[in-house]
T-cell receptor, first 115, second 111 residues
Framework: GAGVSQSPSNKVTEKGKDVELRCDPI?????LYWYRQSLGQGLEFLIY????????KSGLPSDRFSAERTGGSVSTLTIQRTQQEDSAVYLC?????????????FGPGTRLTVT | RKEVEQDPGPFNVPEGATVAFNCTYS??????FFWYRQDCRKEPKLLMS???SGNEDGRFTAQLNRASQYISLLIRDSKLSDSATYLC????????????FGAGTRLFVKA
């Protein structure tokens, strides 16, 4: 079946512009996660959605970052007034449930470059 | 100190070698443990879950030691295709589910 998809695959933007990154999780997966990965670094948790519960936003690095998930499916990560340090690969993952043992399936990521 | 720590490597090994990766975690409330594999410029993919009793999948063996808060991954008979970064992942539920990724251990298998 279809996996997690993300768009765009690459995004180059000028410093100060806003960007929107999209994630389509696997159908039926109730949990959705956003991470970012800077060059040569591990994954940094950003935000987590589970069903209709309030999202866990504890990983968002600043108030320039926000995310929403409409209808329990598609999610959009928005970065306002982008800075060069926002350059990274933004990865979305989904899982079937919220339990600790559920595998997370990752999308191919969006490579964001802020010039 | 990071909550999940791995030796960054890189590990350079010849084909056929056995290689072991270690990972330590600091939060004793951690509940679930995984090894993910990430190829260059690709997304992470689950390699295997790690169970208290230890588990094996072909050439790969994962071990968990809760008392020492330590996870290991053993790869036997290394193949060129095993070259990748191996990520140790820990999940816990303390005031909400948290997934913490280690920074990864880079493996190069050479002919």
């Amino acid at each position: 079946g279809a996996g997690v998809s993300q768009s765009p695959s690459n995004k180059v933007t000028e410093k100060g512009k806003d960007v929107e990154l999209r994630c389509d999780p696997i159908s039926g997966h109730t949990a959705l996660y956003w991470y970012r990965q800077s060059l040569g670094q591990g994954l940094e948790f950003l935000i987590y959605f589970q069903g209709n519960s309030a999202p866990d936003k504890s990983g968002l690095p600043s108030d320039r970052f926000s995310a929403e998930r409409t209808g329990g499916s598609v999610s959009t990560l928005t970065i306002q007034r982008t800075q060069q340090e926002d350059s990274a690969v933004y990865l979305c993952a989904s899982s079937l449930g919220r339990g600790a043992s559920y595998e997370q399936y990752f999308g191919p990521g969006t490579r964001l470059t802020v010039t | 100190r990071k909550e999940v720590e791995q030796d960054p490597g890189p590990f350079n090994v010849p084909e056929g070698a056995t290689v072991a990766f270690n990972c330590t975690y600091s939060n004793s409330a951690s509940q679930a443990f995984f090894w993910y594999r990430q190829d260059c410029r690709k997304e992470p993919k689950l390699l295997m879950s790690v169970y208290s009793s230890g588990n094996e999948d072909g050439r790969f063996t994962a071990q968990l030691n809760r008392a020492s808060q330590y996870i290991s991954l053993l790869i036997r008979d290394s193949k060129l295709s095993d070259s990748a970064t191996y990520l140790c992942v820990v999940r816990r539920n303390t005031g909400g589910f948290k997934t913490i990724f280690g920074a990864g251990t880079r493996l190069f298998v050479k002919a």
